[in-house]
């Protein structure tokens, strides 16, 4: 499995931008689906973006579609969310995971990192 790390939460005011960056260590990154998800408190976890192994295909929760943006550089082994227009309902802890080929869950999981936007 990869290991993955993520950066960039912060506060943010409504309409403001963020860039959630997940590094990941491991020589298999390219073979992995990433995603982002995020959790509020008392709230199961939420998919919010996927992107396949090559970067070709993409996937949003509905209520971030046109304002977010799930990027990867194989490369790198960087998974990215750019994050646009954001309300204070996207207040949670976003997460970075990633799916091995020979899983049919995502089972590598990052700590998380905040992000809160206010009103």
């Known amino acids: 499995q990869v290991q993955l790390v993520e950066s960039g939460g912060g506060l943010v005011q409504t309409g403001g931008s963020l860039r959630l960056s997940c590094a990941a260590s491991g020589r298999t990154f390219s073979d992995y689906v990433m995603a982002w998800f995020r959790q509020t408190p008392g709230k199961e976890r939420e998919f919010v973006a996927r992107i396949n192994w090559s970067g070709g295909a993409t996937y949003y929760k509905d209520s971030v579609k046109g304002r977010f943006t799930i990027s990867r550089d194989n490369t790198k082994n960087t998974v990215d969310l750019q994050m646009n227009s954001l309300k204070p309902e996207d207040t949670a802890v976003y997460f970075c995971?990633?799916?091995?080929?020979?899983?049919?869950?995502?089972?590598?999981w990052g700590q998380g990192t905040q992000v809160t936007v206010s009103s």
């Open positions: 995971a990633g799916r091995s080929p020979d899983s049919l869950k995502f089972n590598s």
